[in-house]
Each structure stands twice: as structure tokens, then as C-alpha cells.
């Protein structure tokens, strides 16, 4: 099964966001385990963000920090508060073994 890493801190209003906004959006991706670390509370959580970054050579300004099949997806506000829904912006790992969640099956 592929696995979301979710990078949050707690008492972050971004990830009060994430917290009500996700499980909703788990639902169209019934492959994909989502897991929470919690990087002010867990200092290997923090870690291994730290690492994921580096590898990356990217810079983690802010949490949340998305990581799935590889790929790093940094903030979050709300599902509307970019130009690319985040269905959009997931690996294609992700998105090819599931269906679209805005098209229907007739």
C-alpha cells in the first residue's frame, strides 16, 4: 500500500485545516495509508522531515508537509487555496491506480 506522510504541528491552524479537510478526501483514494507525524511533539517525526527535506533540496517553510511516492508537497491552507486542486498536484503513482474522484462510473 503507498503511504501519505503528513508532517503537522499541533495547535497549527494550517493543520486544523488538514485535520478537517483530509479524511474527506481519503475517501477517493482508498489505496493510499495516510499517516500523521507530529514534528513538535515526536523528534524523530521532525527528523525525518528533516532528511526528506534535504534529499529534496528543498526548503520546508511551513507544515504542513505532504510526502507520497517520493514527492514533497509543502502547505496548506485550504482545498481551493492554490490554482491546482491537490488531487492535481499528487505523483501519478497515486493518481493512475485510483479513478478520478470528479468523474462518475455509470
Same mark, same amino acid.
Given at each position: ?5 503528513? #508532517?503537522?504541528?499541533?495547535?497549527? =491552524?494550517?493543520?486544523?485545516?488538514? *485535520? ?6 481519503? *475517501? ?21 522531515? =528533516? ?14 508537509? #505532504?510526502?507520497?511516492?517520493? *514527492?514533497?508537497?509543502?502547505? #496548506? ?8 486542486? #491537490?488531487?492535481? *498536484? ?17
Amino acid at each position: 500500500m503507498l503511504q501519505m506522510e503528513v #508532517f503537522i504541528r499541533t495547535g497549527c =491552524s494550517h493543520y486544523a485545516a488538514v *485535520k478537517d479537510w483530509l479524511p474527506e478526501f481519503m *475517501k477517493a483514494y482508498p489505496g493510499l495509508e495516510l499517516v500523521y507525524r507530529d514534528i513538535a511533539v515526536d523528534s524523530a517525526s521532525a527528523g525525518r522531515l =528533516s532528511r526528506i527535506v534535504e534529499q529534496h533540496q528543498t526548503m520546508a517553510a511551513s507544515v504542513p508537509v #505532504f510526502h507520497v511516492a517520493d *514527492k514533497l508537497l509543502v502547505g #496548506f491552507e485550504n482545498e481551493n487555496s492554490t490554482d491546482v486542486p #491537490f488531487s492535481e *498536484k499528487l505523483p501519478a503513482q497515486v493518481t493512475s491506480e485510483v479513478p478520478d474522484p470528479r468523474t462518475s462510473v455509470e
